[in-house]
């Protein structure tokens, strides 16, 4: 029952570099999302993938690029960190095409700090 | 924007009932209402979601008006285990992944403390 896996849970990070972190869910979902938390703020959304093969951009896609590797994997990329991508980032998966979709499940979090 | 108002925090006697409201004003026909929570810097956790019927599951009960403008999240005997930040999202169920019509939109939600 691990549901959704992220890596790594913590990551320190100095201004300019450059890092991935991974996403795999095991419940065969088709869908699966980026988010990112800032301190007392809502999640808000950096990217999905509603199949593998695809990707949109959600409200806050800039400064990242993701990769759907297949149906299980969904990686976020930060090619160049700044101190404003400090947050926790949550990965997420979800069902495709029931109609009664019974939300998503979430990842632990990733906890960046850039510094 | 969030297209749902909670209030930023509400209080609840351990054992008691907690009653977390929403409005959704402007929910469309095929939008559901979804309720997550969020305990301590944790993922999200499901909790239960609702078209026009009122839902109970092993979690909670979900109240949603006739008219659907508003809804109430029940916690029946809330522990401290229930103190958690509660989101209120309505969003179209299913179809292609959602789309961007059905991706959660998170607000600030409801910072539920249960207190002993």
């Known amino acids: 029952n691990a549901g959704v896996t992220q890596t790594p849970k913590f990551q320190v990070l100095k201004t300019g570099q450059s890092m991935t972190l991974q996403c795999a869910q095991d419940?065969?979902?088709?869908?699966m999302y980026w988010y990112r938390q800032d301190p007392g703020m809502g999640l808000r959304l950096i990217y999905y993938?509603?199949?593998?093969?695809?990707?949109d951009k959600g409200e806050v896609p800039n400064g990242y690029n993701v990769s759907r590797l297949n149906k299980r994997e969904f990686s976020l990329r930060l090619e160049s960190a700044a101190p404003s991508q400090t947050s926790v980032y949550f990965c997420?998966?979800?069902?495709?095409?029931?109609?009664?979709?019974?939300?998503?499940?979430f990842g632990s979090g990733t906890r960046l700090t850039v510094v | 924007d969030a297209k749902t108002t909670q209030p930023p925090s509400m209080d609840c006697a351990e054992g008691r009932a907690a009653n977390l409201p929403c409005n959704h004003s402007t929910i469309s026909g095929n939008e559901y209402v979804y309720w997550y929570r969020q305990i301590h810097s944790q993922g999200p956790q499901y909790i239960i979601h609702?078209?026009?019927n009122n839902e109970t599951n092993e979690m909670a009960s979900l109240i949603i008006t006739e008219d659907r403008k508003s809804s109430t999240l029940i916690l029946p005997h809330a522990t401290l285990r229930d103190t958690a930040v509660y989101y209120c999202?309505?969003?179209?169920?299913?179809?292609?992944?959602?789309?961007?019509?059905?991706?959660?939109?998170f607000g600030k939600g409801t910072k539920l403390s249960v207190k002993p």
């Open positions: 993938s509603a199949s593998e093969g695809t990707t």
């Open positions: 419940m065969n979902h088709n869908s």
């Open positions: 609702g078209l026009k």
């Open positions: 997420a998966s979800s069902e495709l095409g029931s109609p009664i979709s019974y939300g998503y499940t």
């Open positions: 999202i309505v969003r179209v169920a299913g179809g292609l992944g959602g789309g961007s019509q059905g991706n959660l939109i």
